[in-house]
């Protein structure tokens, strides 16, 4: 596999708050890696500095052999990165067909409407109700699902399972799943270490805006110790 994401030396702020501090990490082709860490550590400031929504950052950040630190943030999506924030930003006025209509195909592969629902069966059940109506899995199912649409090469995920039942989460899992067999790319930021060891390939655990371990999944019982301890379950 070669790389398609390199972050090499990343640092960034919030205004006068530095947040990161070096961060180091890298994303295979078709891999799928997960940043655990408690609230607070850097996880979320991470995917926004790699997708260019926050701009006051020094480092590297390389997509794709693209220079991504340079980029201007309009043009990052046609690059190929998407991201699915944990507020998932879905319109609430317009119906999940609608919502699925709204983004650009960006590149090719992207995911036609009916993949889409066969993908999702719950969201083809609720095709025509509007974003109001949604519970939150099914907002977060379509917040992935908007995205697939575009053709995106590298999907970074914020905290997926955050707040939802079990049978929603597993439901999550399965199309993590079905993505990683048709070879997207990646990021998942989650604080559920037990959900994404059934779907991630590689770990990063993150501590005040550093990354202080790197393992593969088949060293998680290794590092179980070490991750309680840390993550505080």
């Known amino acids: 596999m070669s790389a398609l994401l390199n972050v090499a030396g990343l640092n960034a702020w919030y205004g006068e708050s530095h947040i990161l501090h070096g961060v180091d990490l890298h994303v295979n082709e078709g891999e799928m890696i997960c940043i655990l860490g408690r609230n607070g550590m850097g996880k979320t400031t991470t995917l926004r500095s790699i997708m260019g929504i926050l701009r006051k950052r020094t480092g590297s950040i390389t997509f794709a052999g693209s220079d991504m630190m340079t980029m201007p943030l309009h043009k990052t999506a046609r690059a190929g990165l998407g991201f699915v924030p944990e507020e998932r930003g879905i319109f609430a006025s317009l119906s999940v067909q609608e919502n699925l209509m709204l983004p650009p195909v960006v590149a090719k592969g992207g995911m036609s409407v009916d993949e889409i629902y066969a993908l999702f069966p719950n969201l083809h059940e609720r095709r025509n109700s509007p974003g109001t109506k949604l519970s939150?899995?099914?907002?977060?199912?379509?917040?992935?699902?908007?995205?697939?649409?575009?053709?995106?090469?590298?999907l970074l995920l914020d905290e997926p399972t955050e707040g939802l039942?079990?049978?929603?989460?597993?439901?999550?899992?399965?199309?993590l799943g079905e993505l990683k067999k048709r070879g997207m790319t990646v990021v998942l930021?989650?604080?559920?270490?037990?959900?994404?060891?059934?779907?991630?390939?590689?770990?990063?655990?993150?501590?005040?805006?550093?990354?202080?371990?790197?393992?593969?999944?088949?060293?998680?019982?290794?590092?179980?110790?070490?991750l309680n301890r840390e993550l505080g379950v």
């Not at 699902?145 to 995106?152: C, N, V």
């Not at 039942?165 to 199309?175: L, S």
């Not at 590689?202 to 070490?226: C, I, K, S, W």
């Open 165 to 175: 039942a079990p049978v929603i989460i597993q439901n999550i899992g399965t199309v």
């Open 136 to 154: 939150g899995g099914e907002q977060q199912m379509l917040a992935m699902a908007r995205i697939l649409r575009t053709g995106a090469r590298c």
């Open 189 to 226: 930021v989650e604080q559920n270490f037990r959900f994404a060891s059934k779907v991630a390939d590689r770990f990063y655990l993150m501590d005040h805006g550093q990354m202080t371990a790197e393992f593969p999944v088949g060293q998680l019982p290794a590092n179980m110790d070490m």
